[in-house]
């Protein structure tokens, strides 16, 4: 089956009882029938035109919880859709499923960078706006709590996270990006 090359890649399920589902393929097998597993599932709600966190459940003892890797069998599927080719490669999740719900949306282009100095000692990619990339590096790494020996230590934590937020509000503002 095609869908076994397409791990990592979005997809979405119509199912015949008419719910839509997307999500990334983690993998697709033979038991009895053809199965498709997705992760980072999204439910279509219709009515609103917004994906929402699914509502497949499963069983864990006595308790439902939901099922982090849903399956589905292509009996039951009625439509599938896959991004392929170039465009399927160069889209991430979100726009994947945004484009579904509107054909007319544009995503921004992404800028591939394999910058991790400590790590790698690459410097920045070419198209890559550097500032930014590390102002969001420098914000996630610093957003988990950190205990801190001084004051001194505290303030001067305090204001490269106020320079980088302001870096990244800047950029988004001017990407047309609404926000307060």
Known sequence: MALKKRFDEPLVVTLKSEETYAG???ECYYNGGW???LYSCKLLDKGNQQWIDHDIFTRQGN??????LPEFWIEQIKRLEVLSGDL???IDFEDAMQLYIDPHY???PHVKCTWNYAVTGRPHSVDCEWRLHEALSFLRTQSEERTLSSKEDQRSLQQRIDRSFDLV?????LTGARIP
């Open 63 to 68: 308790r439902r919880i939901r099922d982090p």
């Open 88 to 90: 399927g490669e160069s």
């Open 35 to 37: 199965i498709v597993a």
């Open 106 to 108: 544009k995503p921004l």
């Open 24 to 26: 990334l393929v983690d």
């Open 169 to 173: 509000r800047r950029r988004l503002l």
